[in-house]
């Protein structure tokens, strides 16, 4: 009896130490499964060579084994510090340059500072990244906009070391050979631009290099793109930018800007090599002149992976932002057919707006609905004033959204009518500046409208850099009120409004947007970026904002949070292109993996798990 008791109990505890080893193994298997392994680097390079590798490179961070392994003994200050210490160093230094550059031109100052962050990035890429992931709200408006643009106009004198690549009407014939140059055996972004519209800044032929570099570091910092494997291109086809073009020093093409089908045939190339040697590469457009811009989109996007982030990345944020505007105003998402919108400016940005801000209200109120085939809640004004059919010689991509003269003459309006005077008669809830035309919202447009009956009426400022900003915050509360929503392409301060109050300044900038867009068309493997991705993109951005902050008038989420949200709006990309059957998987994960992984709630962890993130690994050399 004693013996079988025993025997039942030994049983019991094998049982339960077998159940606790299985769950033991499950917890271990699920954290191991979820955590991010930091693989050693193999490097072929010893001594100095690994110290001028911005890659590899780790400076005073070097531990004591490596020195002894790499052959780094003696070439470092005895001390090993820690990537911390490194950081305070930097910032340091960043934050005593700030203190002696206070009073003098703040072009200089923020000159001094991208001089000292691409020093920096030149010689230790894992600590650039790093300092700029935690540092994003700071340094945003440093290696982006605003100071990105004064970047481009002073490149010649500014440019020391090359980074991307140059591909020019010279190199015609060349160019499948010539990307075979490129170190990285493996490339998932490249931006490209050709110069022609930097910013609201006009044509800068090659200094416009600047933006796709610019782009690029916020798809590593907000994307966690991998920067071994982006890169960044400049198609140089001439400049007409006559400055340039007399400047002896200019390091572009000394010849105009190539035209119509020469031109064409250089992007045309440009996209067969780079799709050659890199098939799973996605190509961002940035920064094309509008003529060019929608042709390219319309000739390459059902071709290859590629979208353009002016047309399409920035009409997704406008999108969120004008939802937001609308949950501010206490109304549901859904009223935004019901918004009256005028949108200033009718280039790639303006235009790619308005037509998907379109197809927006057509998923609310359907396509057949009258406020969708009039374009009844939209105006558009270019330099020629409003946009009507009575306009000569109207943009064919501008035609779909000129205004019917019945409709313009009942509400007091011609053709060509001036900006005041469509704010005027329209009242607009959303003002939106598209137009690359600083201090285009003057006082008298800006009082006009406080005749619109909107509680919240939103100012969107939204070209750039700060010098192209349609209006300042500080004027936008100034002349229409408290009440507004602001927000600017390029940073401004919030305003403080007196009695404790502080007037909300939002950045709505497709930096927002363009880095999850890639990202989730990297990670699902789509074969091309559809109108569905990116309208779930908008939506996701848009869904983030909680009602406490939309009241407090803030409609995009804080600067610092960018990582996060774009880890979200990846996940709402794959899960669209999932549901449209375009994905087709990234490396060893599958379609049938991501249809699983999409059932079982976990795209948002495969996205965490894929987004690169800068740590110093152990180096491990091999002859
Ligand atoms: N915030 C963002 O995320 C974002 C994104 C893309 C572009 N932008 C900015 O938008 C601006 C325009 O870009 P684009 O590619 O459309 O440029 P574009 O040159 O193609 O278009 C400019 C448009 O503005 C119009 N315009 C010029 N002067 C005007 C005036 N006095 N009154 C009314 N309209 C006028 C032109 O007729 C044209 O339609 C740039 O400053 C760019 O930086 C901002
Ligand atoms: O580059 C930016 O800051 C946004 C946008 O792409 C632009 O062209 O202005
Ligand atoms: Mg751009």
């Not at 481009?152 to 499948?176: H, I, K, T, W």
């Not at 919108?341 to 280039?347: E, P, Q, Y």
């Amino acid at each position: 009896m004693a013996q079988a008791i025993a025997s039942r109990a030994r049983k019991a505890v094998v049982k339960a130490l077998e159940s606790e080893c299985w769950q033991l193994r499950e917890g271990a298997r699920r954290y191991l499964g979820q955590r991010k392994v930091v693989r050693p680097s193999i490097v072929n390079k010893r001594s100095s060579d690994i110290l001028h590798d911005p890659w590899y490179n780790k400076g005073t961070a070097f531990p004591l084994t490596e020195r002894e392994r790499l052959g780094l003994r003696g070439m470092l200050p005895p001390r090993v510090m820690s990537i911390n210490q490194q950081i305070d160093r930097f910032m340091a230094n960043f934050r005593s340059l700030e203190r002696n550059t206070r009073d003098g031109p703040q072009e200089v100052a923020a000159l001094a500072k991208w001089r000292i962050l691409n020093r920096l990035h030149d010689r230790n890429e894992t600590l650039f990244y790093k300092i700029l992931i935690d540092n994003i709200q700071q340094l945003a408006p440093i290696v982006y906009t605003p100071t990105v643009g004064l970047v481009c106009q002073n490149y010649s004198g500014l440019f020391r070391r090359p980074r991307g690549m140059y591909f020019s009407a010279a190199d015609r014939g060349e160019m499948m050979s010539m990307i075979y140059n490129w170190p990285a055996e493996q490339v998932d972004m490249i931006v490209v631009t050709d110069g022609s519209r930097i910013l609201g800044l006009g044509d800068l032929g090659v200094q416009g290099i600047g933006i796709p570099i610019g782009k690029l570091d916020l798809y590593v910092a907000a994307a966690g793109m991998n920067p071994q494997r982006v890169l960044p291109v400049m198609i140089d086809v001439g400049t007409n930018n006559q400055q340039l073009l007399d400047n002896p020093l200019y390091m572009g093409l000394h010849r105009p800007r190539l035209e119509g089908e020469e031109y064409m045939s250089i992007i045309d190339e440009f996209m067969e090599a780079a799709f050659t040697r890199y098939p799973d590469v996605i190509v961002q457009f940035e920064d094309f002149q509008s003529k060019w811009a929608f042709k390219l989109l319309q000739r390459y996007r059902t071709h290859y992976r590629m979208f353009n982030d002016d047309i399409q990345g920035t009409a997704g944020v406008a999108l969120a932002g004008v939802l937001g505007a609308v949950r501010a105003q206490g109304r549901p998402m859904s009223d935004i057919a019901k918004q009256k919108i005028v949108v200033v400016g009718a280039g790639s940005a303006g235009l790619g707006v308005v037509s998907f801000m379109k197809q927006a209200v057509a998923r609310v109120v359907g396509n057949d609905s009258p406020q969708v085939q009039g374009s009844d809640n939209f105006w558009l004004v270019d330099k020629d004033g409003l946009v009507t059919e009575a306009r000569e010689n109207i943009d064919p991509d501008a035609k779909q959204y000129a205004r019917s003269l019945d409709d313009i003459s009942r509400s007091g309006l011609q053709e060509g009518a001036s900006l005041v005077d469509v704010v005027r008669h329209v009242k607009p809830d959303v003002l939106m500046g598209l137009s690359a035309v600083g201090g285009l919202f003057t006082q008298e447009v800006l009082e006009a409208m406080k005749l619109s009956d909107c509680p919240r009426p939103a100012i969107l400022p939204m070209s750039n850099p700060t010098s192209k900003a349609e209006c300042t915050a500080e004027q936008a509360f100034k002349y229409v009120g408290p009440h507004i929503v602001f927000a600017s392409g390029s940073p401004f301060q919030d305003v403080d409004l007196g009695d404790g109050k502080i007037g909300r300044v939002n950045q709505g900038n497709n930096m927002y947007l363009f880095p999850g867009i890639g990202l989730g068309a990297l990670l699902s493997g789509a074969h091309h970026i559809t109108d569905g991705m990116l309208h779930a993109a908008a939506e996701c951005l848009a869904s983030v904002m909680d009602e406490e902050s939309l009241q407090k008038g803030i409609i995009y989420p804080p600067i610092p949070e960018i990582r996060n949200i774009t880890a979200k709006i990846a996940e709402a990309v794959i899960k669209e292109a999932i549901i449209e059957e375009v994905a087709e998987g990234y490396r060893e994960t599958d379609p049938r993996e991501l249809q699983a992984m999409a059932q079982d709630d976990s795209i948002l962890a495969y996205v965490e798990k894929n987004m690169w993130s800068p740590e110093y690994s152990s180096l491990v050399y091999e002859s």
